[in-house]
């Protein structure tokens, strides 16, 4: 059984490092560029990191006791006031989208045409309203879920993202991805919020098994809405990573459904054929982007590491290696960290390093940029915590 107390220590010291550097006492919120050291390069503020942000401070605050720290709780309140009162963008047909990034003030400084920002927003209003019994909060969050909802599966317009005729609609397994973590997120031990969205779980789940695609060979990124292969690199391309983080998120869910088939599908298909397909036999480590045929993928990043898909594969292995105990799981798990932990952890300033080239060498050394916040890392770390302690509970009663 693997140790869990270098895990601890490492989430211990993720935590300390966004406390000690991130928080912008000033005017509320987060930095969310923060260099090796910790020290700000860019004042910019993004929503889904932001809201990210809000979420992991919660969640820890919430559910292990070792966080249910004051400075902790103030860092979740200060995020979130900053969220509700800069986040939306209004516009002609109602409150609008959240920004995708704000100046430090709070001054919206552009907007996706996506659903990211919302649905971060969301899981952060709901986290931190069961801590403090926030019903409005709650409200916010349900709000903004079912303007979600009608944009993915009504009217997208307020997307301010025509549809062309050169380009069918494309379920992405990103939008059903994100839902189904939205649904765990709103109903947990609420039953009439559970009974309110019963039958979106099952749609998102749908969608998602859409994209086992070449005989139950390969799981793809995109499809098109019918659950048919794609043309071209959009058609081909496979996020191992992804794939990876759809698993667990199936096998949550079939695990609380006592759904066996879909369990088996989780393990199966979504982590064991993108690890296969994704890892670097020469290397180590796992890809960031592949083509199915084996073309050389047009994403100038593709055979980066990136930090997120190791995230990502450490939590499946060790839910499915929790839940079925074959050792094969375990060995990927081991496997998985020992990569992970050599090449991405900053023993001198702490925190990761989110951008490697295929051969393992930092090329960008910030620790929290656009894309990279208080998230990943920490959720990666707080789950297997959780996990390992499960087991060693299981091992010793």
Not at 130 to 143: V, W
Not at 252 to 269: G, R, S, W
């Amino acid at each position: 059984m693997h140790d869990p107390k270098p895990i601890q220590t490492e989430l211990d010291r993720v935590v300390d490092f966004w406390l000690k550097y991130s928080h912008d006492k000033e005017h509320g919120g987060f930095f969310n560029c923060l260099g090796k050291d910790g020290k700000v390069y860019d004042e910019l503020k993004y929503v889904w990191l932001q809201g990210r942000q809000v979420w992991m401070y919660s969640r820890l605050y919430r559910t292990v006791e070792r966080f249910h720290r004051p400075e902790i709780l103030d860092a979740a309140k200060s995020g979130a006031a900053f969220l509700q009162k800069f986040a939306r963008v209004q516009a002609s047909s109602g409150a609008g989208k959240c920004a995708f990034c704000l100046t430090r003030d709070g001054r919206a400084v552009k907007v996706q045409r996506t659903i990211f920002s919302e649905c971060f927003y969301v899981m952060a209003m709901d986290e931190l309203s069961r801590i403090t019994q926030d019903k409005e909060m709650q409200a916010d969050a349900e709000s903004m879920m079912d303007r979600l909802i009608f944009w993915v599966q009504t009217d997208s317009s307020d997307l301010s993202r025509p549809q062309l005729p050169g380009d069918p609609p494309v379920n992405s397994m990103a939008v059903p991805m994100m839902l189904l973590c939205l649904v765990d997120q709103l109903t947990e031990g609420r039953t009439d919020v559970a009974e309110k969205y019963k039958d979106l779980s099952g749609w998102c789940v749908e969608r998602i098994i859409q994209h086992i695609q070449r005989d139950g060979n390969a799981i793809l990124e995109n499809v098109t809405l019918t659950g048919k292969e794609l043309p071209g690199c959009q058609g081909r391309l496979q996020n191992p990573g992804h794939a990876l983080e759809a698993g667990w998120f199936l096998l949550e869910y079939a695990l609380k459904k006592e759904d066996v088939q879909l369990q088996k599908t989780a393990v199966d298909k979504f982590m064991e054929i993108p690890f296969h397909t994704g890892w670097d036999k020469q290397h180590g480590g796992l890809f960031y982007f592949l083509d199915v045929d084996g073309h050389c993928p047009t994403q100038l990043e593709w055979n980066m590491k990136l930090w997120w898909p190791h995230c990502e594969a450490l939590i499946a292995y060790l839910m499915a290696y929790s839940h079925s105990r074959a050792p094969l799981l375990l060995d990927r798990f081991k496997l998985i960290y020992d990569y992970t932990f050599s090449h991405f952890s900053d023993e001198e300033h702490g925190e990761w390093f989110g951008y490697l080239s295929r051969q393992g060498e930092v090329v960008l050394d910030f620790k929290g940029g656009p894309f990279k916040g208080f998230f990943h890392v920490p959720r990666c770390l707080y789950m297997c915590e959780k996990l390992l302690d499960g087991l060693l509970e299981r091992q010793d009663s």
